[in-house]
């Protein structure tokens, strides 16, 4: 059964971080490329970060260059985002995503609020 299981999120104040986790299970973890999108209430979901499969390639929206780092363990079947300098306008639910050869997985998400 295939599952991701994101953790790490909650309430931080602006400036703040956090580090968001996704456990996968159930395929091949080190076969598939992995990516963090969000959801803003009454907006679209979002691709955040994106990281290859061997983690060797990074990509991120420019609205959080330089502040997220997204990073993956092969040995613990685990996807990270590190989220420095949180602004509120990056509150929204927090989803990774799994894209292999021919399918794509989507964990539950984690919510995320930067509030004062």
């Known amino acids: 059964q295939v599952q991701l299981v994101e953790s790490g999120g909650g309430l931080v104040q602006p400036g703040g971080s956090l580090r968001l986790s996704c456990a996968a299970s159930g395929f091949t973890f080190s076969s598939y490329a992995m990516s963090w999108y969000r959801q803003a209430p009454g907006k679209e979901r979002e691709l955040v970060a994106f990281?290859?499969?061997?983690?060797?390639?990074?990509n991120y929206a420019d609205s959080v260059k330089g502040r997220f780092t997204i990073s993956r363990d092969n040995a613990k079947n685990t996807v990270y985002l590190q989220m420095n300098s949180l602004k509120p306008e990056d509150t929204a639910v927090y989803y990774c995503?799994?894209?292999?050869?021919?399918?794509?997985?989507w964990g539950q998400g984690t919510q995320v609020t930067v509030s004062s």
């Open positions: 995503k799994a894209r292999g050869p021919r399918y794509a997985y």
């Open positions: 990281i290859t499969s061997a983690g060797g390639s990074t």
